[in-house]
């Protein structure tokens, strides 16, 4: 497989500025912790730089010392998180409270349909009865295929593959196969109808996940492959001359936004640029990435957070001037499956 072309030493600087950076920011016990977190334990991995295990797990103990918010869906992502520092210390503390996240999600938190997750928000207060946010897919659906693994739980591994299908089900257009950012059950519609592109992130980069996780012969391998196979297929269509993702993805006029081009890009890197087309829109996005982060390690460019909006407009004027944790955690997940791949 032709190799990606870039300054190792270089990408790991970027890496480290990434995580100091991170960790000034003053998070929540909620997804954009999540998010951030989750991408400061794929750098760990990759550069096994064990200030950012110690400054990850000071972090999290403080926080439980201190006292956690009711659980929602979002709230759940923490369990990422959770689940890596089970992984790298063997307290069984971290991994208890990752199995509390998992079972509310398996008994309490609210469904509909087929049994796909309602989004919830702000400790399960939600305004958004009987909707599908494809952000669901990260939060949740990611974290119980994982955890059912580390545990050999096929209980929540197949509640993480139930949202996968019900997601596809709802939210990827049979005509583009891209994915809408949601689905509303009551009024039977994706609301404005946006393909939006850090939804498309949490879809793509969650699938190639999940699909070095699962067996082969699972029934629902082959079906999440195929959503992702032609998911990116239409995704590469769409990458600007610059090597990013427009926030709405079939929009040219609108602006090209970091955090999701970092969550396809991810995808395409785990999934595989087993393809011509595939390396070269990979080795566009790794050099467009390269320059979305400044001297201080913040990613820029980043949409902020984003309900699924009432009009196109509403995508169009999200702020985009300050740092996010979703931003920093995608970028980071994003350059250290790059320094993973070459290493």
């Known amino acids: 497989m032709k190799p990606l072309i870039f300054d190792e030493k270089k990408v790991t600087d970027i890496i480290d500025k ?52 009711n659980m929602s869906v979002n709230i759940v992502s923490m369990g990422h998180t959770l689940l ?56 949740a659906g990611y974290f119980l295929i994982r955890l059912g693994e580390q545990l050999e739980n096929d209980e929540y591994l197949q509640e993480g593959l139930r949202q996968f299908h019900g997601h596809e089900k709802y939210l990827q257009d049979s005509k583009t196969n891209l994915y809408y950012h949601g689905w509303d059950h009551l009024q039977q519609n994706n609301m404005s109808s ?3 592109a850090r939804g498309n992130a949490w879809a793509a980069y969650t699938m190639a996940s999940v699909l070095g996780i699962i067996d082969v012969q699972e029934p629902g391998f082959m079906t999440i492959n195929g959503s992702l196979r032609d998911q990116l297929s239409a995704l590469l269509k769409l990458q600007s001359e610059d090597g990013l993702w427009h926030t709405i993805l079939t929009e040219p006029d609108s602006y090209t936004e970091t955090s999701g ?3 396809i890009a991810a995808a395409l ?8 087309k595939r390396h ?15 001297e201080t390690g913040t990613v820029t460019n980043v949409s902020t957070g984003t309900a699924v909006m009432n009009t196109a407009d509403g ?22 499956h790059v320094l993973a791949r070459k290493k």
């Open 18 to 69: 990434m995580v100091q950076r991170t960790f000034e920011m003053d998070l929540t016990w909620d997804w954009p912790a999540g998010v951030a977190f989750y991408g400061v334990s794929r750098a760990y991995k990759v550069t096994k730089n064990e200030s950012y295990l110690e400054s990850l797990k000071q972090w999290v103990d403080e926080y439980i010392e201190y006292g956690l918010p």
């Open 84 to 139: 890596f520092l089970y992984q790298e210390t063997g307290d069984e503390a971290y991994l208890d409270l990752a199995i509390k996240k998992a079972e509310y999600l398996m008994h309490d938190a609210p469904r509909f349909g087929e049994g796909v997750f309602q989004h919830t928000v702000g400790g399960g207060v939600s305004v958004f009865p009987e909707q599908a946010w494809i952000d669901t897919l990260f939060m």
């Open 280 to 294: 070269k829109a990979a080795q566009k996005a790794l050099d467009a990435l390269i320059n979305e982060v400044d």
């Open 315 to 336: 995508y169009r004027e999200t702020s985009k001037k300050r740092i996010e944790g979703w931003g920093q955690g995608l970028a980071l997940a994003y350059f250290s």
């Open 194 to 196: 946006i393909f939006w």
């Open 269 to 276: 890197i785990v999934n595989g640029t087993n393809t011509p």
């Open 261 to 263: 081009s970092a969550g």
